[in-house]
């Protein structure tokens, strides 16, 4: 069975300063993950997804995951944070059947100005 | 939120009732799914379907029903059975539902028990 575990519910970061929320996954065969993000009361908006290939994923808005297939993480991460990338975190993974995604159960960030 | 559509955008029910969350897509997407959205529960997937005529159920299908009649429609029916209906209801689609394919997601119905 498919799973994935975002171990923080919040994370509060200074506007300028990097961010990472963390994302931790199980799989049974090669995983295909991805990252979305939600406003209040919006639907998901995806980020960037992993494939194969090169463990440095880049994505919208300024954003990128490294994958880390010994530590079984796609931990999700920002060089410079704004007040803006306040939101909802959703990690999510699936293996290469054909099943829908799984979601971990978000990670909430704040960025503090 | 792509070419997907949700309407209402709330939806107050009395219990006792049914009611049907509508889902419309523009993208030529096969697979469509409803997830139900609680706070610090994350997403959980109800139902899904891989094409039209065709649906599964998912984690938490009890109390509630679909249909796949056309390509770009997916309707969710909330029946009286579900016993907590009160969610954010977010519905997906995307052109296939294995391997690489990325769901992208409509703009959500607030549903609350009244």
């Known amino acids: 069975a498919q799973s994935v575990a975002q171990p923080e519910d919040q994370v509060n970061v200074a506007e300028g300063n990097p961010l990472t929320v963390k994302c931790t996954y199980s799989v049974s065969g090669n995983p295909y993950l991805f990252w979305y993000v939600q406003y209040p009361n919006r639907g998901l908006q995806f980020l960037l997804k992993y494939i194969t290939g090169d463990n440095l994923v880049k994505g919208s808005y300024g954003f990128e995951a490294e994958f880390n297939k010994s530590q079984t993480s796609f931990h999700l991460k920002k060089p410079s944070a704004l007040v803006s990338d306040s939101a909802l975190y959703f990690c999510a993974v699936r293996d290469t059947g054909n099943t829908p995604l799984v979601f971990g159960k978000g990670t909430r960030l704040s960025v503090i100005a | 939120d792509g070419g997907i559509t949700q309407s209402p955008k709330y939806l107050f029910r009395k219990e006792g009732q049914n009611v049907t969350l509508s889902c419309e897509q523009n993208l030529n997407h096969d697979a469509m799914y409803w997830y139900r959205q609680d706070p610090g529960q994350g997403l959980r997937l109800i139902y899904y379907?891989?094409?039209?005529?065709?649906?599964q159920k998912g984690d938490i299908a009890e109390g509630y029903s679909v249909s796949r009649e056309k390509k770009e429609s997916f309707p969710l029916t909330v029946t009286s059975a579900q016993k907590n209906p009160t969610a954010f209801y977010l519905c997906?689609?995307?052109?296939?539902?294995?391997?690489?394919?990325?769901?992208?997601f409509g703009p959500g119905t607030r549903l609350t028990v009244l």
């Open positions: 997906a689609s995307s052109a296939g539902i294995g391997g690489t394919d990325t769901q992208y």
């Open positions: 379907s891989q094409i039209v005529n065709d649906f």
